[in-house]
C-alpha cells in the first residue's frame, strides 16, 4: 500500500500507512479472535491486554513518571475545556489560563462557566503572531491551576518552552503536538489531547493525570465528568471508544519502530525547515503568519500576495496530491499541518510546488 498523496489536515490527520494496514486487518479479524476490533467487547480480555499495552507504551515514548495516569476518554479535547476546571477549580480558587489562540479562548469560555478566571495574558490584540513572555504573565500565587494550549493548530504559534509556574500544576491542551516533540511530562499537572492529529483517530481523547490532582471534584460532579471514576476504572467505567484506542496502540507501535520521540522530532524539524526556508527567502511572495521566534513545527501558516492566488494554490495543490492546505476562515491563507505522519519527502514535494507556484503566478 503506497498512497501518492500527502494529507496536510490540520485534523482528522494523516495516519501511518502501516498504522492503516495493521488497522484493516483488525477490522475483519482482531487478535485472532474472529472479531471485527469495531465488535469486540471492552470488557473481553484480548481488548484489556491492548488497553494495558496502549498505556504501557505511552508511558515509556514519553516517559511520563509512575506518579501519572493515562485515560482514554472520549469528548475531544474541548469536553476537556470543561472537565479540568469542573474537577480542579474548587470553591474560593482562580485559575490561570494564557490566551494565546482560538481554542485557548474557547478554554477560557467554557472555564468561565464554572468557576473565576484570570487571564494572565493574551496576545489576541497582535492577532496571535506570537506568544507571550514569561514576564508577561500575570500569575495567581496561589492559582488551582495554570492552562497554555501548547500548540496554536489556527495561527500557527507554539511554545518553545513552558511558562515557569513554581507550585501552581501547569494544564496543557497538546491536541496538535503531543508526541511530536520530547517534553518533561512532571512539569505538569495534566495534560490532555484529542487523538486525531498525531496520535490516532478521531474519537478518543488522552488525558495524562498526575494523580494527587485525581478526586478534587465536587460531590455533586455528574459521574462522566469526574476524573475519579475513569481512573478507577481504567478508562472503562463506560464503553470506551475501543476502535480509536486500538490505531492508537498503533501509532505509538510506528513511533516505537521509527526510533522514538526524539527521532520523530528531528524528522519534524526538517520538515518544518524545508518550508520556513521557502517562506523566509521568498518573502515577498509568502508571508509567514507567526513571528519566526514563536513558529510551530506542526502548523505553518503563511499568506500569498491575493486571495485569489490563494485560492488558486490550494486548489492547484490538491491536484498535484496535496491535500487540505486551505488555511482556516479566521486567518486565511494557506495552512500545511505537518503532523508526525506527514512524511519527509511531503515537505520535499510542498517546497517544490511552492517554488513552481510562485514562478508561474506572480505577483
Same mark, same amino acid.
Given at each position: 500500500?503506497?498512497?501518492?498523496?500527502?494529507?496536510?489536515?490540520?485534523?482528522?490527520?494523516?495516519?501511518?500507512?502501516?498504522?492503516?494496514?495493521?488497522?484493516?486487518?483488525?477490522?475483519?479479524?482482531?487478535?485472532?479472535?474472529?472479531?471485527?476490533?469495531?465488535?469486540?467487547?471492552?470488557?473481553?480480555?484480548?481488548?484489556?491486554?491492548?488497553?494495558?499495552?496502549?498505556?504501557?507504551?505511552?508511558?515509556?515514548?514519553?516517559?511520563?513518571?509512575?506518579?501519572?495516569?493515562?485515560?482514554?476518554?472520549?469528548?475531544?479535547?474541548?469536553?476537556?475545556?470543561?472537565?479540568?476546571?469542573?474537577?480542579?477549580?474548587?470553591?474560593?480558587?482562580?485559575?490561570?489560563?494564557?490566551?494565546?489562540?482560538?481554542?485557548?479562548?474557547?478554554?477560557?469560555?467554557?472555564?468561565?462557566?464554572?468557576?473565576?478566571?484570570?487571564?494572565?495574558?493574551?496576545?489576541?490584540?497582535?492577532?496571535?503572531?506570537?506568544?507571550?513572555?514569561?514576564?508577561?504573565?500575570?500569575?495567581?500565587?496561589?492559582?488551582?491551576?495554570?492552562?497554555?494550549?501548547?500548540?496554536?493548530?489556527?495561527?500557527?504559534?507554539?511554545?518553545?518552552?513552558?511558562?515557569?509556574?513554581?507550585?501552581?500544576?501547569?494544564?496543557?491542551?497538546?491536541?496538535?503536538?503531543?508526541?511530536?516533540?520530547?517534553?518533561?511530562?512532571?512539569?505538569?499537572?495534566?495534560?490532555?489531547?484529542?487523538?486525531?492529529?498525531?496520535?490516532?483517530?478521531?474519537?478518543?481523547?488522552?488525558?495524562?493525570?498526575?494523580?494527587?490532582?485525581?478526586?478534587?471534584?465536587?460531590?455533586?460532579?455528574?459521574?462522566?465528568?469526574?476524573?475519579?471514576?475513569?481512573?478507577?476504572?481504567?478508562?472503562?467505567?463506560?464503553?470506551?471508544?475501543?476502535?480509536?484506542?486500538?490505531?492508537?496502540?498503533?501509532?505509538?507501535?510506528?513511533?516505537?519502530?521509527?526510533?522514538?520521540?526524539?527521532?520523530?522530532?528531528?524528522?519534524?524539524?526538517?520538515?518544518?525547515?524545508?518550508?520556513?526556508?521557502?517562506?523566509?527567502?521568498?518573502?515577498?511572495?509568502?508571508?509567514?503568519?507567526?513571528?519566526? $521566534?514563536? @513558529?510551530?513545527? &506542526?502548523?505553518?501558516?503563511?499568506? !500569498?500576495?491575493?486571495?485569489?492566488?490563494? #485560492?488558486? +494554490?490550494?486548489? %492547484?495543490?490538491?491536484?498535484?496530491?496535496?491535500?487540505?492546505?486551505?488555511?482556516?476562515?479566521?486567518?486565511? $491563507?494557506? @495552512?500545511?499541518? &505537518?503532523?508526525?505522519?506527514?512524511? !519527509?519527502?511531503?515537505?520535499?514535494?510542498? #517546497?517544490? +510546488?511552492?517554488? %513552481?507556484?510562485?514562478?508561474?503566478?506572480?505577483?
Amino acid at each position: 500500500m503506497t498512497r501518492d498523496i500527502i494529507i496536510f489536515n490540520p485534523g482528522p490527520a494523516m495516519l501511518p500507512e502501516p498504522v492503516l494496514e495493521s488497522t484493516s486487518k483488525a477490522i475483519l479479524n482482531f487478535a485472532n479472535t474472529g472479531m471485527s476490533i469495531m465488535e469486540i467487547s471492552h470488557r473481553a480480555k484480548e481488548f484489556d491486554a491492548l488497553l494495558a499495552d496502549t498505556e504501557k507504551k505511552l508511558h515509556a515514548i514519553m516517559g511520563i513518571p509512575d506518579d501519572y495516569k493515562v485515560l482514554f476518554l472520549q469528548g475531544g479535547a474541548t469536553l476537556q475545556f470543561s472537565m479540568v476546571p469542573i474537577n480542579l477549580l474548587t470553591s474560593g480558587k482562580v485559575a490561570d489560563y494564557i490566551d494565546t489562540g482560538y481554542f485557548a479562548s474557547r478554554a477560557i469560555k467554557e472555564a468561565k462557566l464554572i468557576g473565576k478566571v484570570n487571564v494572565a495574558a493574551s496576545t489576541k490584540e497582535l492577532n496571535y503572531k506570537k506568544l507571550p513572555a514569561q514576564t508577561d504573565l500575570r500569575l495567581t500565587p496561589d492559582a488551582a491551576y495554570c492552562h497554555i494550549t501548547s500548540n496554536n493548530t489556527i495561527y500557527g504559534t507554539q511554545w518553545q518552552s513552558f511558562p515557569e509556574t513554581k507550585r501552581v500544576p501547569l494544564v496543557a491542551d497538546m491536541s496538535s503536538d503531543i508526541l511530536s516533540r520530547k517534553i518533561d511530562v512532571s512539569k505538569f499537572g495534566i495534560i490532555y489531547a484529542g487523538a486525531q492529529k498525531n496520535m490516532g483517530p478521531a474519537g478518543v481523547t488522552c488525558v495524562i493525570i498526575r494523580k494527587d490532582l485525581v478526586g478534587k471534584a465536587p460531590a455533586n460532579t455528574p459521574t462522566m465528568l469526574n476524573y475519579q471514576p475513569h481512573v478507577e476504572n481504567n478508562s472503562s467505567f463506560n464503553t470506551c471508544p475501543v476502535t480509536a484506542i486500538f490505531v492508537v496502540h498503533e501509532v505509538l507501535q510506528w513511533i516505537e519502530e521509527q526510533g522514538g520521540v526524539e527521532k520523530i522530532e528531528a524528522v519534524n524539524n526538517k520538515k518544518a525547515d524545508i518550508i520556513y526556508n521557502i517562506i523566509d527567502s521568498n518573502s515577498d511572495y509568502y508571508k509567514g503568519h507567526a513571528e519566526p $521566534g514563536y @513558529r510551530s513545527r &506542526m502548523n505553518i501558516t503563511f499568506r !500569498l500576495p491575493s486571495e485569489e492566488l490563494e #485560492a488558486k +494554490f490550494a486548489s %492547484e495543490a490538491s491536484k498535484a496530491g496535496l491535500k487540505g492546505l486551505k488555511g482556516h476562515r479566521s486567518v486565511g $491563507g494557506i @495552512r500545511a499541518s &505537518m503532523y508526525n505522519a506527514v512524511p !519527509l519527502e511531503g515537505a520535499q514535494r510542498l #517546497a517544490e +510546488f511552492m517554488k %513552481e507556484f510562485k514562478k508561474n503566478n506572480p505577483a
